[in-house]
C-alpha cells in the first residue's frame, strides 16, 4: 500500500508566521502535488514536481513555495501566513498519467 | 481555459442507483478521474478513463464521451456508506501529468 504521510493533521498559526508543511511518501513516486481544499471551490493545485529539486507552479502559487531535496519528500512553505491560507492543505503523489495518492491533509488556520 | 462542471449536491435513497454527471472544457486532456471524499478523509481513487465507453467496477461503474467533453459516475445499490463527495477531474498530458480537480458533488444516501 502507498503511504503518504503529512506532517500536522491539525496547525495553527499566526498571521506573518512562516509556516512549513511536509509530506513524504514511501513508494518512489516521482509527481508530488501540493493542493488546498475550500468548500465549493474544490481541490486546486498550488504547487507540483515531477523530479528532485524540479518544481511547477500550479493554478494558485502566490504566497507559497515549495522545496524537493528528496525523491520521498516535498515540503509546502508560506513565507508570511495570512488568514487567506486558512484551509485545509493536501499532499498527493503519483507515477506518470496514473491516479493519486493523497495524505490525510493539514487543517491549518492562521489568526 | 479550463473548467469543470459538476452537480454540487445530490440525494438519493438506499438500494437505488445514482448517476453524477461531469461537464468539462480543457485543452491537453489525458484522462479522466472519479475519487472519493468522505468528510474530514483524503480524496481515494475510484476510476479513470482514457477513451470512450463504460468501465465496470463492482457497483461502480464511469463512461467518457471525449467528443462531448462528458462523464458521468454510477453507483448501483446504494449503501449509506456511499455518502461522500465525488471528485471529477481531468489529467493532462503536459508535464508532471497535472490534474484540475471540480468542486465536487456532496452525495446524501438517505434509509
Known amino acids: 500500500d502507498v503511504k503518504v504521510t503529512q506532517s500536522s493533521r491539525y496547525l495553527v498559526k499566526r498571521t506573518g508566521e512562516k509556516v512549513f508543511l511536509e509530506c513524504v511518501q514511501d513508494m518512489d513516486h516521482e509527481n508530488m502535488f501540493w493542493y488546498r481544499q475550500d468548500p465549493g471551490l474544490g481541490l486546486r493545485l498550488i504547487y507540483f514536481s515531477y523530479d528532485v529539486k524540479m518544481k511547477e507552479k500550479g493554478d494558485i502559487p502566490e504566497g507559497y513555495s515549495v522545496s524537493r531535496e528528496k525523491k520521498e519528500r516535498f515540503s509546502l512553505i508560506l513565507e508570511s501566513a495570512s488568514t487567506n491560507q486558512t484551509s485545509m492543505y493536501l499532499c498527493?503523489?503519483?507515477?506518470?498519467?496514473?491516479?493519486?495518492?493523497f495524505g490525510p491533509g493539514t487543517r491549518l488556520t492562521v489568526t | 481555459g479550463q473548467n469543470i462542471d459538476q452537480p454540487t449536491e445530490m440525494t438519493a435513497t438506499e438500494g437505488a442507483i445514482v448517476q453524477i454527471n461531469c461537464t468539462y472544457q480543457?485543452?491537453?486532456?489525458?484522462?479522466l478521474f472519479w475519487y472519493q471524499q468522505h468528510a474530514g478523509e483524503a480524496p481515494t481513487f475510484l476510476s479513470y478513463?482514457?477513451?470512450?465507453g463504460l468501465e465496470e467496477k463492482g457497483r461502480f461503474s464511469s463512461f467518457l464521451s471525449r467528443s462531448k467533453g462528458y462523464s458521468y459516475l454510477l453507483l448501483k445499490e446504494l449503501q449509506m456508506k456511499d455518502s461522500a463527495s465525488y471528485l471529477c477531474?481531468?489529467?493532462?498530458?503536459?508535464?508532471?501529468?497535472?490534474?484540475?480537480f471540480g468542486a465536487g458533488t456532496r452525495l446524501f444516501v438517505k434509509a
Open positions: 478513463n482514457v477513451l470512450d
Open positions: 498527493a503523489t503519483g507515477e506518470g498519467s496514473y491516479e493519486q495518492y
Open positions: 477531474a481531468v489529467k493532462h498530458n503536459t508535464g508532471g501529468f497535472k490534474t484540475i
Open positions: 480543457t485543452s491537453g486532456f489525458n484522462g
